[in-house]
């Protein structure tokens, strides 16, 4: 079945690099995602990448995916207060309904 | 574009009441899905709809709960009645054609059931 795992905390410091991980179980993933939930907003999607990638960079975002460990991650560089939020991995399955499954999120604590 | 709207943001009741949630999904957008979100449980996909028809309603909770969508730019949750157990924020989100995945939530309601 679908299961999607993330840490529920990580904590770092304003100017370093933030890395969020995630790793799933479906080797049949499709599209892999990466949602950022603000305090009292709903998700906003972030950034997604194809199964068939191994890497995708926008601006200060970079998404790694190693199909063969199922395991994805977020990169944030040159991290701001303003990135402070919950992160969210979801994962949609080929042959599945395409209805993505979410990881419990990762709340990012930026402190200065 | 405004986004998905919904409404009311918060929302309070006693017991026993009947709750209505209300959402308007982006225009164009073919799929609206309704999530519970709980620090206990997480986000929880409750129903959704494809062209305004319903296509997976397992996860809504029980009897108690019933959603519609009557057209393509509307659909409401409704909890009848309510329990201090469905206190939450409640998520509507819409997708385009082909891409649930891409989703696009609303700013949710808070429900608080005393």
């Known amino acids: 079945g679908e299961d999607v795992e993330q840490s529920l905390f990580l904590s770092v410091r304003e100017g370093d690099s933030s890395v969020i991980n995630c790793t799933y179980t479906d080797s049949s993933s499709t599209y892999l995602y990466w949602y950022k939930q603000e305090p009292g907003a709903g998700l906003q999607l972030l950034t997604y990448?194809?199964?068939?990638?191994d890497m995708k960079q926008d601006q200060r975002l970079t998404v790694l995916l190693n199909k063969k460990d199922k395991h994805l991650s977020l990169r944030i560089a040159d991290t701001q207060t303003g990135d402070s939020a919950i992160y969210f991995c979801a994962e949609t399955v080929t042959g599945g309904s395409y209805i993505p499954t979410f990881g419990r999120g990762t709340s990012l604590i930026v402190h200065p | 574009d405004a986004g998905v709207i919904q409404s009311p943001r918060h929302e309070v009741t006693e017991m026993g009441q009947e709750v209505t949630l209300r959402c308007k999904p982006i225009s164009g957008h073919n799929s609206l899905f309704w999530y519970r979100q709980t620090m206990m449980r997480g986000l929880e996909l409750l129903i959704y709809?494809?062209?305004?028809?319903?296509?997976?309603d397992s996860g809504m909770p029980e009897d108690r709960f019933s959603a519609k969508m009557p057209n393509a730019s509307f659909s409401t949750l409704k909890i009848q009645p309510s329990e201090p157990r469905d206190s939450a924020v409640y998520f509507c989100?819409?997708?385009?054609?082909?891409?649930?995945?891409?989703?696009?939530f609303g700013p949710g309601t808070r429900l608080t059931v005393t």
């Open positions: 990448i194809f199964s068939n990638m």
């Open positions: 989100a819409s997708s385009p054609s082909g891409g649930a995945g891409e989703q696009y």
């Open positions: 709809f494809n062209n305004n028809v319903p296509i997976d």
